[in-house]
């Protein structure tokens, strides 16, 4: 258990539909990345948070969006959701903004456009 | 464009003997390379690091080399355990400006016992 959480584990919704996936990091940690990761794809980075500010952009598409609440718990959101948004979400969290700190990723979010 | 590169998906190794797993990347300016293991439903966990100005680092069964000339790093497990199969996947790190890490597609290595 690395002690970072996710919520939902599962959600299957339609196209066109809103979604939110949500992202408790390990107690301590101030930094939360999120992962995409497609049918035999490796992990595509999205976006990191430190602290509640954005530092990092990654591929992430229009359609999507995050944020890291004071509580230090992050959310992100899917909108527009296309079938080819189907995939693997994982959250990610470290100390610090990522020299050298390791990440933590929890289970993952698995999420399936119809 | 993918900057790192896992050409093999999938690996067999009998276990008790060496597992091979390579990685290559492209960008010269990586500066940190790490190893994950992911097992089926959980998410990746860490397993081994190197900085760019290192050419080996060890972890009891786990060796991960180095070659910046060739931009090539490779994970050596020895000796291999059937808990050992898994996906595993390498990235990199690019430090310009914000830390993003760059992933690989895995690969699927299987310990034969």
């Known amino acids: 258990d690395s002690g970072v959480t996710q919520t939902p584990k599962h959600l299957i919704t339609a196209t066109g539909q809103r979604v939110t996936l949500r992202c408790s990091p390990r107690?301590?940690?101030?930094?939360v990345y999120w992962y995409q990761q497609s049918l035999d794809q490796g992990l595509q980075f999205l976006i990191q948070y430190y602290n509640g500010e954005e530092r990092a952009k990654g591929n992430i598409l229009e359609r999507f969006s995050a944020q890291q609440f004071p509580d230090l718990h992050s959310e992100l959101n899917l909108s527009s959701l296309e079938l080819g948004d189907s995939a693997l979400y994982f959250c990610a969290s470290s100390v610090g903004q990522g020299s050298y700190n390791e990440q933590f990723f929890g289970p993952g979010t698995r999420l399936t456009v119809l | 464009d993918q900057q790192v590169k896992q050409n093999s998906p999938s690996l067999s190794v009998q276990e008790g003997r060496i597992s091979i797993l390579n990685c290559d990347y492209t960008n010269s300016m990586f500066d940190y390379f790490l190893w994950y293991k992911k097992y089926p439903a959980e998410g990746p966990t860490f397993l081994i690091s190197?900085?760019?100005?290192?050419d080996k680092n060890e972890d009891g069964r786990f060796t991960v080399f180095l070659n910046k000339s060739a931009k090539h790093l490779s994970l050596h497990i020895v000796p291999s355990q059937p808990g050992d199969s898994a996906v595993y996947f390498c990235a990199a790190r690019s430090p310009s400006g914000t830390y993003k890490y760059i992933f690989g597609t895995g690969t699927r290595l299987k310990v034969l016992a």
């Open positions: 107690s301590g940690d101030l930094s």
């Open positions: 190197i900085s760019s100005i290192k």
